[in-house]
C-alpha cells in the first residue's frame, strides 16, 4: 500500500500543473541538470534539475520559442505550437564546439589579457543595467551526509539515524522557498516570501532568501566569510591568470569567449574556472568557478561551486542573470556533508527609480501562512521539478513528522534519552518531556571544579528545569547553582527564575535571589579552569573574591527597531574574604598574594568592609541602521556593519548601609567592525565613563578593566582585554577612557609571504590603551598571527606584545586558545 502511495505521489508530482515540461539530455541520452529554460525575450525562465526534467510556466497556447542554454553546450532555440496544455517538450543538447581559428596568439598581449580589460572597463555599464528591478525568486536548497560515523570523540552520532539508509547516507536537509524581490545596487534588498516549505517540519521556515546569495561578478567583492576578488574586480589582474580556450556563437548570433581563469597565487581568496564574456558589449555570459575552503577562510568546507547563467532579451538588450547554482562539499571530524542550493530568477520588471519608501529596514517579511502551503499549490508554482530522491524524502519525512509528534514516540524517544549512566555525575544530565515540551538538568561537576586560595579545592553545578514554547520561540526557566568550597567548608547558593515573554520585542524578565562567591571584575577576566592550573603550578593566584548576597530582577526588551534597554534592581551584602589555604604542587617556597588585590602582600586587612548597597542600572544599545526579518515566530535582528554600535549607560548606588557607598556612574560605548574590501578588517571598541560623589565608595563598584597576567588568551579577538596589564592596578572610581584596536589582514600580506603563507594564517596588529586620572596613560601594541593550527582545526593565535606606561613597560608572547571560555 505504501510502495502505490508513493507511486501516485510521484506521479502527481510531475505531472500536475506542468504547462509545458520535458527532460534535456545530451545527445547520448544522459540527462543536464541545471540547463537554462526560457521563452524568448521574456523573463520567464526557469532550469532542469539533476535528472534533467524541467517545467515552465507558460499558460497560453499557440506559438512559442524556447531557449535552452548551458555552458558547454550549443544553444538550442525551439519554435512549437502548443494546442493544448501541458506540451511535452524534450530536447537532446549537441556539445558546444569552440574556435580558436581567428585568434593571433600574441605572447606579449594575451588575447584573453585584453577580453578582460574590456570587461573590466565596461562592467559599470553593464551592471547599471540592472541596478534597479524587481522579480520572482524561487530557491531549493539540500544536504546530504555520507557514510556518517557512528561515533564522534567516543559520543554516539545518533540524531540523524531516521533519515539515514544503510550506509549511513542520506539528506539532512530540504527546502524550498517562492518569493518576491525588490532590488537596488549594490545592496538594497525587500523579500518577501510567499511560500516556504521544509521537508519534516510542517512548521518550519526554510533560511534560503535572496540576499545571502546575491553574487554579483561586476562587484569588486564577492561575499563569503573573506571578500573573495571577482575575476573581473578592478585590480583582477593582480589576482588572476587569463587563457581563451575558444569562442562560440549563440543563438542570436553574439560571439561568446570562453576565458580560463587561474590564480596568480593559491593561498589568496580567489577563484578558479570559467568565465563566459560576451564581444562588443562586454557583459558576463556565464560563470562556472569554484573555491577552496582555506582560500575563503572556511577550512571545513572542501570545494565550493558556483554557476551563474544570463541570458538576453534583444527587446530590452539586457543581459540578466536568471539561473544560479552552488555546490559544496564539507567535512570535519569524520563528517562529511555535501550542498546543491538552485536559484531561480524569473518576471523580471526593470525600473528606472523606486520610490524613497520602497526599502526600509525590513528587508525580509513572511506572507500569512507561508509555511502552510499544500502539495497543490507547490505543484502549481514550482519552477523546478522534484527529483525522485527529493519527492520520496518529502513524503517520508511528511510520514515521519507525523510519527514523531505522538506522544507514543516522543515517549519511546526520550526514554533512550533519559537513561543515566554513572560518569553522567560527573558530565551532567538531562530528563527531558519532549511531549509536554520541558526538560530537567544537572550541570554535572566537571567543568565546576577548581581551585582557589580562598574556597581551596571548589565543587560548582546547578540544576534547572525549563518549559519551550517552539513555535512562539519563549521558554521559562527556574535554576539553581550550588558552589562548595572544601577548605572554607562553606555552600553558597542562588536560584534564578528567566521568562521571555516574546520574540518580537525580546521582553525577558530574570529575578534572582541568594549567595554567590564573585570576582571584583564583575566580567570575570580569569576563567576557572586557567586560575586553577597558575595557582596550584605556579602559586600565582590571580583570581580575587568576595561573597555576595543578593535579590536581583532585570528586565529588558527592544523599544523600536535597533534601540534596546536593559533595566535592573539589585540589592546586594557584600562580605570579605580571605585566604584560607596556601597548598599548591609546586613553587611551595613562594608566597601567594593575599585575596586584596589593592594590598597584594598585606593579608590582615580586608579589601573592603562589609556594607550593603542597593544598585539601579539602565543600559540602553543603539545598532544604527539595523535591518531585520519578520516571522510569524518572531523578529529576527541584523546588525548593519556600515554603521557602529552605541551603549549608553547610567548606574546608582544608594540606600547603602553607609551614604559613602553610594554614587552615581555615567558610561559610554562604541563598538565598530568594518570591512576593508579585501584588506581585512578593522575593529574597535571605544569606552569611557565618569563617576560621580564616589570619592569613598566601595573597591567592589570600582570600573575594573579586563586585563591578563597568564599570558594565555581566552577570546577570538583581543577588543576587551590588556594581554600584559595587571588585573587591578588601573581600576578607578574616577573618569576614564578605554580604546582598543585590531586589524586582522585576513590573509591580505600573509597569503603573499613564501613559506610563510602556507601556515594559511592571519596577521593581527593591536593598539590598546587605558587612561584614568593621576597616572599616565598605559598603552600595548601587539602583532601576531591567526588562525593557526592543523588543517580544519584552527583555534589558535599566537600574539608579541609589548606593554608602556610611563615609558616601556614590558613585553611578552601570548597564546591565544579560542575555546577556553567554553571551560567556564
Not at 528587508?363 to 514550482?382: C, H, P, Y
Not at 560518569?423 to 566537571?446: E, M, P, Q, R, V
Amino acid at each position: 500500500m505504501k510502495k502505490a502511495y508513493l507511486f501516485f505521489f510521484l506521479l502527481i508530482s510531475f505531472a500536475n500543473y506542468a504547462q509545458i515540461r520535458g527532460t534535456v539530455s545530451d545527445e547520448k541520452g544522459n540527462p543536464l541538470p541545471y540547463v537554462t529554460i526560457f521563452a524568448e525575450n521574456t523573463y520567464n525562465g526557469t532550469t532542469s534539475n539533476e535528472q534533467g526534467k524541467y517545467n515552465l510556466n507558460i499558460k497560453t497556447t499557440g506559438k512559442h520559442i524556447i531557449v535552452f542554454q548551458f555552458l558547454g553546450f550549443k544553444t538550442q532555440k525551439i519554435t512549437i505550437t502548443a494546442e493544448t496544455l501541458p506540451y511535452t517538450l524534450d530536447v537532446k543538447m549537441p556539445e558546444e564546439s569552440f574556435s580558436l581559428n581567428e585568434v593571433v596568439i600574441n605572447p606579449k598581449d594575451n588575447p584573453a589579457n585584453g577580453i578582460i580589460r574590456n570587461a573590466i572597463a565596461n562592467k559599470k555599464e553593464n551592471s547599471d543595467k540592472t541596478a534597479r528591478y524587481k522579480a520572482d525568486f524561487y530557491s531549493r536548497g539540500i544536504f546530504r551526509i555520507k557514510d556518517a560515523p557512528k561515533k564522534i570523540l567516543g559520543q554516539k552520532l545518533d540524531m540523524f539515524d531516521d533519515m539515514l539508509d544503510s550506509t549511513r547516507s542520506g539528506i539532512l536537509y530540504l527546502s524550498e522557498t517562492v518569493s518576491k524581490i525588490t532590488f537596488q545596487k549594490p545592496d538594497k534588498m525587500k523579500e518577501t516570501i510567499i511560500a516556504s516549505k521544509v521537508s519534516g517540519n510542517d512548521n518550519g521556515f526554510s533560511f534560503n532568501n535572496a540576499a545571502s546569495v546575491n553574487f554579483d561578478f561586476y562587484d569588486n567583492y564577492l561575499p563569503f566569510d573573506v571578500n573573495v576578488i571577482s575575476p573581473i574586480a578592478d585590480n583582477a589582474f593582480n589576482y588572476y591568470k587569463y587563457k581563451l580556450e575558444g569562442t562560440f556563437f549563440d543563438d542570436n548570433n553574439n560571439q561568446i569567449n570562453k576565458i580560463k581563469v587561474t590564480p596568480r597565487r593559491a593561498t589568496e581568496p580567489v577563484m578558479e574556472g570559467y568565465l563566459y564574456i560576451v564581444e562588443d558589449s562586454w557583459a558576463i555570459y556565464g560563470v562556472d568557478c569554484n573555491i577552496k575552503g582555506d582560500q575563503m577562510q572556511s577550512p571545513a568546507i572542501n570545494i565550493f561551486t558556483l554557476k551563474q547563467n544570463f541570458s538576453y532579451n534583444t527587446a530590452t538588450k539586457i543581459w540578466v542573470k536568471n539561473t544560479q547554482t552552488i555546490d559544496f562539499k564539507a567535512g570535519i571530524l569524520g563528517i562529511n556533508v555535501s550542498g546543491k542550493f538552485t536559484y531561480v530568477y524569473s518576471n523580471f520588471e526593470f525600473e528606472p527609480q523606486f520610490d524613497k519608501k520602497t526599502f526600509t529596514r525590513e528587508v525580509l517579511s513572511f506572507q500569512e501562512n507561508a509555511n502552510k502551503k499544500d502539495n497543490d499549490f507547490w505543484n502549481t508554482i514550482r519552477p523546478v521539478p522534484l527529483t525522485n530522491e527529493e519527492t520520496t524524502d518529502y513524503l517520508k519525512k511528511d510520514i515521519l513528522q507525523t510519527k514523531k509528534k505522538s506522544q507514543v514516540y516522543l515517549d519511546s524517544i526520550d526514554k533512550k534519552g533519559n537513561k543515566f549512566g554513572v560518569f553522567d555525575i560527573i558530565t551532567g544530565y538531562t530528563y527531558k518531556n519532549s511531549f509536554k515540551k520541558w526538560s530537567a538538568s544537572y550541570d554535572g561537576i566537571l567543568l565546576g571544579t577548581g581551585f582557589n586560595t580562598v574556597q581551596g579545592t571548589r565543587l560548582n553545578t546547578g540544576l534547572s528545569f525549563t518549559k519551550r514554547d517552539e513555535e512562539k520561540r519563549t521558554f521559562s526557566r527556574i535554576s539553581s547553582d550550588f558552589d562548595y568550597g572544601f577548605t572554607e567548608k562553606k555552600l553558597r547558593a542562588y536560584v534564578t527564575y528567566a521568562h521571555k515573554f516574546n520574540n518580537m520585542n525580546q521582553s525577558e524578565i530574570t529575578i534572582s535571589a541568594g549567595s554567590s562567591i564573585r570576582q571584583f571584575n564583575s566580567s570575570n577576566p580569569i576563567v576557572t579552569i586557567l586560575n586553577s592550573i597558575t595557582t596550584l603550578a605556579f602559586k600565582s593566584n590571580f583570581i580575587k573574591l568576595y561573597e555576595r548576597n543578593f535579590a536581583n530582577v532585570s528586565f529588558g526588551r527592544e523599544i523600536v527597531n535597533g534601540l534596546f534597554l536593559n533595566s535592573s534592581l539589585d540589592y546586594s551584602e557584600r562580605k570579605p574574604l580571605f585566604n584560607l589555604t596556601d597548598h599548591t604542587i609546586f613553587q611551595k617556597d613562594k608566597l601567594y598574594t593575599s585575596n586584596n588585590p589593592q594590598a597584594p602582600y598585606d593579608y590582615v586587612t580586608p579589601a573592603f568592609e562589609k556594607h550593603n548597597l542597593i544598585k539601579a542600572t539602565l543600559q540602553a544599545r543603539i545598532n544604527f541602521g539595523q535591518e531585520y526579518w519578520t516571522r510569524p515566530d518572531g523578529k529576527f535582528n541584523l546588525r548593519n556593519d556600515k554603521y557602529p554600535t552605541l551603549f549608553f549607560g547610567y548606574e546608582k548606588g544608594f540606600a547603602g548601609s553607609e551614604k559613602k557607598y553610594e554614587f552615581d556612574h555615567l558610561n559610554t560605548r562604541l563598538y565598530y567592525d568594518v570591512t576593508l574590501g579585501n584588506k581585512g578588517n578593522l575593529g574597535m571598541n571605544l569606552k569611557a565613563g565618569k563617576f560621580f560623589n564616589a570619592d569613598a565608595i566601595s573597591f567592589v563598584d570600582y570600573k575594573h578593566f579586563n586585563g591578563n597576567q597568564t599570558h594565555i588568551g581566552q577570546t577570538e579577538r583581543y577588543l576587551n582585554v590588556f594581554n600584559l596589564m595587571p588585573y587591578y592596578t588601573n581600576s578607578t572610581n574616577d573618569s576614564y577612557i578605554e580604546a582598543h584596536m585590531e586589524h586582522n589582514d585576513k590573509g591580505y600580506i600573509m597569503n603573499k609571504i613564501p613559506l610563510l603563507n602556507k601556515l594559511k594564517s592571519t596577521l593581527i596588529l593591536g593598539f590598546h590603551t587605558l587612561a584614568v586620572p593621576n597616572t599616565k596613560p598605559y598603552s600595548e601594541f601587539s602583532v601576531g598571527l591567526d588562525d593557526l593550527g592543523f588543517g580544519k582545526y584552527r583555534m589558535f593565535r599566537l600574539d608579541y606584545v609589548r606593554s608602556y606606561q610611563n615609558g616601556y613597560q614590558g613585553d611578552g608572547v601570548v597564546f591565544g586558545i579560542k575555546f577556553l571560555n567554553a571551560f567556564e
